[in-house]
């Protein structure tokens, strides 16, 4: 008995997105997510009983410091959890399309015109890690989103990427090459290039051969 390919991914027509190809999600990295992410509140909350504890015994500095952690731990730790949790609920995890993509769990559609780059910088190219974007304005984004403050302290935590992480089917790189293959695509139709032009590496002078001394 042979078993079936799984789907990756099918092409949809998103009202805002245009043609787009929605990706499903690994419900086994989902899950799994879910309980790191969980294990991380609870570090969090510990950070908050450490930092009471140095605080009352006189031990400010380094009380206010686990407090603040530990804040700051709980509060990324509660978000993406409930995202993990919303891809057990929901088949699919990203959708790419002409005009921009979504992610679930995001804060609603980003326009292309909203990305700078779509890239992990912590590796090295082509061997991505974590499926993320790097935007033009964060501050245009996020009053154009309307963020939360809790959303706007998760970017900057995340020194201003947006974080897509890496629960889908598709390898990381794949999902990765999709969002940058539109992206290109956006920026000439709207008349740019497809990719920031490199500076042309400057070039050394060719020294004129000396004539050899004549005998």
């Known amino acids: 008995m042979t078993t079936s390919p799984q789907i ?3 092409s949809v027509e998103h009202p805002v997105l245009g043609t787009a190809v929605s990706i499903y999600a690994d419900r086994r990295q989902a899950l799994g997510s879910t309980f790191v992410y969980l294990a991380f509140v609870l570090l969090g909350i510990l950070g908050l009983f450490l930092g009471q504890s140095d605080l009352a015994s006189g031990s400010a500095v380094l009380g206010l410091a686990e ?23 929901n088949p699919l995890t990203l959708v790419v399309g002409t ?25 090295r190219p082509g061997r991505p890690a974590t499926l993320k974007v790097q935007l033009n ?13 809790v959303a706007r302290v998760m970017l900057r935590v995340n020194h201003h990427d947006l974080v897509l992480g890496r629960d889908a089917v598709i390898p990381v790189e794949d999902a990765q090459a999709l969002m940058r293959e539109r992206l290109a695509e956006s920026r000439v139709a709207d008349g740019g290039s497809e990719e920031p032009q490199a500076r042309a590496p400057k070039r050394r002078a060719l020294r004129r051969p000396r004539p050899s001394p004549k005998s």
């Open 137 to 149: 304005d964060p501050g245009d984004y996020v009053v154009r989103h309307a963020l939360s403050p």
């Open 67 to 89: 407090l603040a952690g530990g804040v700051v731990l709980g509060l990324y730790s509660i978000r993406a959890a409930l995202a993990a949790a919303r891809r057990l609920r």
């Open 8 to 10: 990756d991914s099918i």
């Open 99 to 123: 005009e921009g993509f979504e992610y679930v769990g995001g804060n609603g559609p980003v326009r292309w015109d909203e990305v700078a780059t779509v890239s992990d910088p912590a590796f």
